[in-house]
């Protein structure tokens, strides 16, 4: 192969990786409900912002809500999916999953009790065996859940993250609420004490530590221990 056909076949070899590279996010879900009006109380007594209400007329409305720290938002309303109402599932992830069914019980949500898988994570799925009441016994990162419905009978599930997978996040680290910060500097503050255990001295560095040990915990990689 000569020179100048190599240089060709690596330009375009380039310009695929770059366009595999574009940033692509979740942006909405839509869910399917048979009365708007009763779905926008229950997605605001859920303490969801709000974004959109939109009336065209008789015959179309959109109404957008955003979860508290998310970068996704739901929509429903009038025309806007041809899906039976109730049939929309959707996942949501909380740092503290004891917390966040608190939460939705003050909220008046009727949640299921906190459960875990006796193997896997299959069993968050509708009609799927082996769910266990209680969080997971290692309380490990994805492996503990709640769910409720909306009046139509839509499914949500939330789940327990508190570290990511290797490589689902990537670029820099990012906390989306107080909440989110303020949990991962607990867990951090409790994995350093067991470094310091391991040093037998104050650990003037802890900051630096800290700071590895949550960019570490978010990108899924080993902590510093």
Known sequence: ??????????????????????DTKLEVIVIPVSNVDRAKQFYAALGWRLDVDRDKGNDFRVIQFT???????????????????????????????????TELVTRGV???????????FGCRFPDRPGRVN??????????????????????WQLQEVTSRLPGRVAGETIYTSPTDLSAALHRAAVAHGH???????????????????????????????
Request: hydrophobic content about 30%; proline content about 7%.
């Open 67 to 101: 979860p508290p720290g998310s970068q996704c938002s739901v929509v429903f309303g009038k025309n806007v999916t041809s899906a039976e109402p109730g049939s929309g599932q959707g996942l949501l992830i909380v740092s503290d999953i004891e917390s966040a069914q």
């Open 134 to 155: 209680g969080v997971h016994p290692e309380r490990l990162s994805y492996g503990s859940f709640i769910s409720f419905r909306d009046p139509d009978g839509n499914l």
């Open 195 to 225: 470094f310091e255990q391991g040093m037998g001295q104050t650990d003037p560095n802890w900051a630096d530590w800290y700071a590895d040990y949550m960019v570490r915990e978010q990108k899924g990689k080993p902590s510093p221990l």
């Open 110 to 120: 009727d949640t299921s009790e906190v459960f875990h898988c006796s193997s896997g």
């Open 1 to 22: 192969m000569d020179s100048a056909k190599e240089l060709v076949l690596s330009g375009e070899t380039a310009r695929n990786d770059q366009t595999a590279c574009i």
